[in-house]
């Protein structure tokens, strides 16, 4: 059975920006695209994505990441009620922002490792098991 990793926003920015962390990611890719392993990503924070290039770039260019997110080997996630109340669960005890409890509630759901390097997370470490993207 293939392994199930889920990708937070820092996962994606960190490759998109090159920053530490990218080469771990583009090995994840790799592997996924061999089909050794599973990417899924809620659609909560595939927006963050899209938000955070807008911001910090353009709009254009957040158009332009998030059409090459889509032809990568990457599940979109839909938001439904069982992943949002999870996501809510989460929210409610504070300390997470709201897209984060996204990642970590498909996590959870899914029973697979999320992929961060957000300290965010540490929040949730009895709940969701994390790989750390720090290099």
């Not at 899924?40 to 090459?68: C, F, K, T």
């Not at 069982?82 to 989460?90: G, V």
């Not at 959870?108 to 009895?126: C, I, M, N, S, Y």
Request: with cysteine; proline share 2%; net charge negative.
């Amino acid at each position: 059975m293939t392994a199930t990793k889920i990708l937070d926003t820092f996962a994606l920015i960190t490759f998109f920006e090159d920053e530490p962390g990218a080469d771990f990611m583009r090995g994840l890719f790799l592997e996924a695209e061999a089909g050794n392993v599973k990417l899924a990503m809620s659609v909560v924070n595939l927006g963050e994505v899209w938000y955070s290039v807008a911001r910090e770039v353009s709009p254009q260019q957040a158009d332009s990441i998030i059409q090459e997110i889509h032809g990568m080997a990457i599940e979109i996630v839909d938001a439904d009620w069982k992943l949002t109340q999870q996501a809510a669960i989460y929210k409610s005890r504070g300390g997470i922002s709201y897209a984060d409890c996204y990642a970590a509630a498909l996590a959870k759901l899914r029973k697979a490792e999320l992929v961060t390097g957000d300290p965010e997370f540490k929040k949730l470490k009895d709940e969701v098991t994390t790989i750390w993207n720090k290099n």
